[in-house]
């Protein structure tokens, strides 16, 4: 099956994972992007942003082909891809799988099973690995067990086939026959952890994994929307490295905010607002063990930084590492540069503290009372709030520029001091501190009102004293810092939608060419779920109801979201799958539920 020109769109993608790492498999069923055993290591299979020289995993018919249908099987995160051909229907069936004969296995299992309808179908495999961020091949390749093992440094791959004998970097065809499934097994570990896992051992792991899922997905209380927010919540799940409980922004680096632009970014780390926003939107699904989890995950990242809060960190709970660019690596669509690590990290951005401490309230007032070193860690961040609201930030958006006083910075500071508070009087905690914290919480109120507020657009403003909008400021409704159908606050919505629309449902987060990069970027997907939310909460459920009823098909057959969207293509940008877009979808959701 050949590909409709150099590429595929991202949105075109299906995403498979372990809670541990995720690959992404294009409609003809190749992977184009795999980091292994851990979302953080150098891709296996990188052709997605590093060209063919990158290497790929493919596996699917050799023939005429062409799709016609691509699911995730209920309620699962295995995922089919299904051809025509003429007489036949092949399908593939791709998952990976972490937990083998009831224990964790120190690797990860990918496992491909290739199943013919009506006629046998000529099929092809070709499977091309690179180790490192340099592409290189295997330097030793032998067979081990009845498997095929590749090696190179501290990085190992076993494949096991049933069906032909798998070579590396040379395409073998091969005839699977009705009645006959082909599978073909790899697992990806530190050399000195690999284990070979058969082929029919791998399939049933994967039919295992599909019942462990299934039953995780029937506890996700919701009554509308439910494929969209469970699917939402499947990839949340499935986006969270499971040793640490640390959540992934994305599995990818470097997808483009605009198709040959320069805003490529690595998002595989774990930043505290979308740890935190995951909490709200898996509280809101009756899931509190997740929300739970996250939060566990929140502290004990923190613990070495504390009371400061660092903008993202490894899973391993670290500072997030530099920034480097990759030389050679042409980028998806020849989009350059492409980055490893991330120059954020080293941002102080204020707005954090409020997400950090409203999950903290939401569980609280859910009746998850916080343990002792919980709230330990959250008093000690409204300390320091306290003391450092007054000075400029990088803002949410982590422009690369100099600092300002960001208008839902300052918001999201009044947040962690206004929940600080609420949490204190329901643990009864002394009053002072109560007191300390809610002083200042009034001086920073003040603040904003006389300096983020401009008359003449009745609406709050991306920084003070400028007249540009912020759709960051879309989670004003939801903060109780005005009255959500106040004339400030329905104000500020309605300036938003009118001045950053990118047509349709779609929003800027900002007016473009403001962030001080060449050329522009798409639409901010979180920001229309964000303003489905405000709508709802400022007394227009009508409004809302639509608005997202023209979001949900975006994610296309698969439910996927990435970061953005162009506006005239309708093709999603940025890294892929996003998590923040599909925490908020999930918000969305449940705002209108409510409303």
């Known amino acids: 099956m050949a590909r409709p020109g150099p590429r595929w769109p991202i949105g075109d993608y299906g995403m498979i994972g372990d809670t541990r790492s995720a690959a992404l498999v294009a409609p003809d069923g190749s992977i184009d992007w795999w980091c292994a055993p851990r979302f953080d290591d150098p891709p296996l299979f990188g052709r997605l942003v590093g060209g063919d020289e990158a290497g790929c995993f493919s596996v699917g018919p050799d023939e005429v082909a062409r799709v016609v249908g691509r699911a995730y099987r209920p309620d699962t995160v295995t995922l089919t891809t299904t051809w025509a051909v003429e007489g036949g229907e092949p399908e593939l069936a791709d998952g990976l799988v972490a937990e083998v004969a009831g224990r964790f296995l120190p690797g990860t299992v990918l496992a491909r099973r290739l199943t013919a309808r009506g006629r046998a179908v000529r099929a092809r495999l070709h499977l091309a690995p690179r180790f490192g961020y340099d592409r290189r091949p295997a330097r030793r390749i032998v067979q081990r067990a009845g498997a095929l093992v590749c090696e ?129 939107a898996f509280l809101a699904a009756g899931k509190p063990q997740e929300a739970r989890g996250f939060l566990a995950w929140l502290l004990h990242a923190s613990r070495l930084s504390r009371p400061r809060l660092p903008v993202l960190f490894t899973l391993d709970g670290r500072p997030g590492p530099g ?47 916080l343990y002792g070193e919980t709230w330990r860690a959250a008093a000690a961040m409204a300390d320091e709030v306290a003391a450092t609201w007054a000075e400029p930030d990088a803002g949410i958006w982590e422009v690369r520029g100099q600092p300002a006083h960001h208008v839902h910075s300052k918001l999201m500071a009044w947040l962690a001091l206004d929940r600080a508070v609420r949490i204190a009087a329901a643990r009864g905690d002394r009053r002072r501190r109560r007191l300390r914290w809610a002083s200042a919480r009034g001086a920073l ?63 800027y987060r900002y007016r473009p060419g403001t ?75 449940f705002a209108l539920g409510g409303a």
């Open 515 to 589: 962030d001080g990069l060449q050329g522009g970027e798409g639409a901010f997907l979180p920001c229309s779920f964000w303003l489905v939310q405000a709508l709802a909460r400022t007394g227009r459920p009508d409004e809302a109801r639509e608005l997202l009823d023209e979001l949900l098909p975006l994610g296309g057959p698969l439910g996927l979201y990435g970061e953005e969207m162009g506006p005239d293509t309708g093709e999603h940008l940025g890294n892929y799958p996003q998590c923040l877009t599909h925490a908020a979808l999930v918000q969305a959701v």
């Open 152 to 280: 190179r440094g501290e990085r190992a791959i076993a494949v096991t086939s049933d069906g032909p004998t798998v070579q590396v970097d040379r395409p073998v065809a091969f005839e699977v026959h009705p009645g006959e499934p082909v599978t073909i097994a790899l697992t990806a570990a530190r050399r000195s952890a690999l284990i070979v896992v058969p082929p029919a051992v791998a399939a049933a792991e994967l039919s295992r994994d599909e019942a462990r899922w299934r039953s995780w997905a029937a506890g996700i209380e919701v009554a509308e929307h439910r494929d969209a927010v469970r699917r939402s919540l499947t990839t949340l799940k499935l986006l969270t490295y499971s040793p640490s409980g640390a959540p992934v922004a994305a599995p990818t680096t470097s997808l483009p905010e605009r198709i040959g632009g320069e805003r490529n970014w690595d998002y595989r780390y774990a930043w505290p607002r979308d740890a935190s926003i995951g909490i709200a």
């Open 323 to 369: 920034e480097r660019e990759l030389d050679g690596w042409p980028g998806y669509a020849d989009s350059r540069p492409v980055r490893v690590g991330n120059g954020a990290a080293r941002q102080h951005q204020l707005d954090g503290y409020g997400w950090v401490l409203d999950a903290a309230w939401l569980l609280t007032d859910a009746g998850h009372r």
């Open 445 to 507: 109120a003040r603040d904003i009102r006389s300096r983020g507020y401009d008359g003449a657009q009745g609406a709050y403003t991306a920084t003070y004293g400028s007249a540009g909008l912020d759709a960051a400021l879309l989670v004003l409704p939801v903060l109780d810092f005005e009255p959500a159908t106040g004339h400030r606050v329905v104000g500020t919505v309605d300036a938003i939608r009118r001045q950053l629309s990118a047509g349709g449902p779609l929003l």
